[in-house]
């Protein structure tokens, strides 16, 4: 097993693989958007390099798909994660996110089955000889 040393965004951005990857689009809008803020940010006078990570955490933080639907949170799932391992966000946070995830994905197999139709037959009559 190879290991990649990362050691900035950037760089870990560039050690995704192939664009088939589950959550790979999400991750790169992600980081599209951390680097957005992040040199905004340093544009402004006086931000530090601190101030800079700051605002693109957040931003990518805001950039995190939804919990809505199964694919949604497959991609936030890969986001956090991502963010975890870079260090845009730190393990406690990406627990308590992840555990969001894991209750929106319990709403989805626990969700009410349809009521199933009766085949089309028509109800019996309840007097008989009736006509």
């Not at 990406?94 to 929106?104: E, G, K, S, V, W």
Request: hydrophobic fraction near 35%; include cysteine.
């Amino acid at each position: 097993m190879a290991f990649t040393i990362i050691t900035s965004i950037d760089d870990a951005a560039a050690t995704q693989t192939s664009s088939g990857d589950p959550g790979k689009q999400a991750i790169d809008i992600c980081m599209e958007s951390w680097n957005s803020a992040h040199d905004e940010q340093a544009e402004i006078e006086g931000s530090s390099n601190w101030d800079c990570k700051m605002a693109g955490n957040q931003a990518y933080l805001e950039a995190v798909p939804s919990l809505s639907g199964y694919r949604n949170i497959c991609d936030f799932i890969a986001s956090i994660n991502y963010a975890s391992m870079t260090g845009i966000i730190i393990h406690t946070d990406a627990a308590h996110y992840l555990a969001n995830a894991r209750i929106a994905l319990s709403t989805i197999y626990h969700r009410p089955k349809p009521a199933r139709k009766r085949g089309g037959r028509q109800p019996k009559s309840s007097a008989k000889g009736e006509q």
